[in-house]
């Protein structure tokens, strides 16, 4: 079958490789669409970040290169012994997390802090940029059937955004600031307007991005070259400042605004991945009694994350920017997101199947 794998940074290659066996407790899934991640393009860009290369991971004892890709969707056609969940024709979309299930954290039903923890997709376990894939039934979950594959493949980051706002504590009435309005940007706008937020302030420079953020829901969006988006905050807010912040530029700039924005005791989420580390005053958490936290995947909110988008309290429309081939995955995939246009794209989803485009 064809695969995306990543070998190394700028190095992702459509090669042929053996299609995966299904194993006791697992599905295999033939895969529909799969999105390329901020992750992903973050290994591309600058890995190894989370693909294991030269050690072999821990669960998978795979190294690179691994087959990338983990937010997707697809049909069960295989079903392993003692898989009872499903059957052959069974619509999912995959939650890909790798845990060992027996570390402290994993017994605690922390499963994304496991201490091996690891990301089908890039790990070394298959993943989503494929023809076909298998994985663990306890991970895999049935999406409704007024739910499309497409919708199906931006649950994984939904969950992203829900799983933070539940990190920062956000009740009904709360006001927030989301610090860029990339995919995990706009999913966190949304799902603070479905959690009842009562302002929402966007960071995001001048770019389309900045409609994309006013249809996801933002009250506000402010471009830190034009105006003191501090001060602005404080004046839609009594002069307090928000009660949560969400990091998801992975800058310094926006975890400096975010963390001046905030209220006293209010939470910082970082949400982004960082390529290289922040500097900041510690004073200015002992003075106010702020917060900052860091937040990672999921866990259990694939479930809620289904049923608000399958009801549409998060709509989640207008994300898809871009359908692309699986064959045609480095140009039109990495090379449209890390290129000169790349502030258009929210969500370029892949295929391997022609007859879907």
Not at 167 to 178: E, S
Not at 239 to 258: H, L, M, N, P, S
Request: with cysteine.
């Amino acid at each position: 079958m064809k695969a995306a794998l990543w070998y190394g940074k700028r190095d992702v290659r459509v090669e042929e490789i053996e299609n995966p066996k299904v194993l006791p407790g697992t599905v295999k899934i033939k895969v529909k669409w799969c999105g390329i991640c901020g992750s992903d393009l973050h290994e591309y860009l600058g890995g190894p970040i989370f693909i294991p290369v030269g050690q072999p991971h821990p669960l998978s004892k795979n190294t690179a290169p691994v087959v990338l890709g983990h937010e997707f969707s697809g049909e069960v056609v295989e079903v392993g012994k003692g898989a009872d969940k499903f059957k052959v024709g069974d619509r999912v979309t995959v939650e890909p997390i790798v845990a060992c299930g027996k570390c402290p954290a994993c017994r605690e039903g922390k499963y994304n802090l496991c201490s091996s923890l690891g990301f089908h997709g890039l790990c070394g376990s298959g993943g989503g940029l494929a023809e076909y894939t298998v994985f663990s039934e306890e991970f895999v979950h049935k999406i409704p059937d007024n739910m499309s594959y497409e919708q199906a493949a931006l649950i994984e980051p939904m969950a992203v955004a829900l799983h933070s706002i539940r990190m920062a504590n956000f009740k009904t009435g709360d006001t927030a600031i989301v610090l860029g309005s990339g995919p995990i940007g706009l999913a966190t706008i949304e799902c603070l307007k479905a959690a009842g937020a009562k302002l929402v302030v966007v960071l995001q420079r001048k770019s389309i991005r900045q409609e994309y953020a006013k249809r996801a829901g933002a009250d506000l969006v402010l471009d830190p070259n034009q105006v003191d988006i501090v001060e602005e905050v404080k004046k839609y807010t009594d002069g307090v400042g928000v009660d949560a912040a969400f990091e998801t530029t992975g800058a310094q700039i926006g975890f400096d605004i975010g963390l001046s924005s905030l209220k006293y005791e209010g939470t910082l989420v970082v949400t982004s991945i960082w390529e290289e580390g922040v500097s900041f005053n510690p004073n200015v958490l002992v003075f106010t009694e702020k917060k900052i936290v860091g937040t990672l995947a999921y866990r259990h909110e694939f479930p809620a994350t289904i049923a608000q988008m399958s009801d549409g309290r998060i709509k989640a429309e207008g994300y898809i920017t871009e359908r692309i081939l699986l064959d045609d995955i480095v140009e039109k995939g990495f090379g449209a997101l890390t290129g000169p246009e790349k502030k258009k794209h929210v969500k370029i989803l892949v295929t391997p199947d022609k007859s879907l485009l």
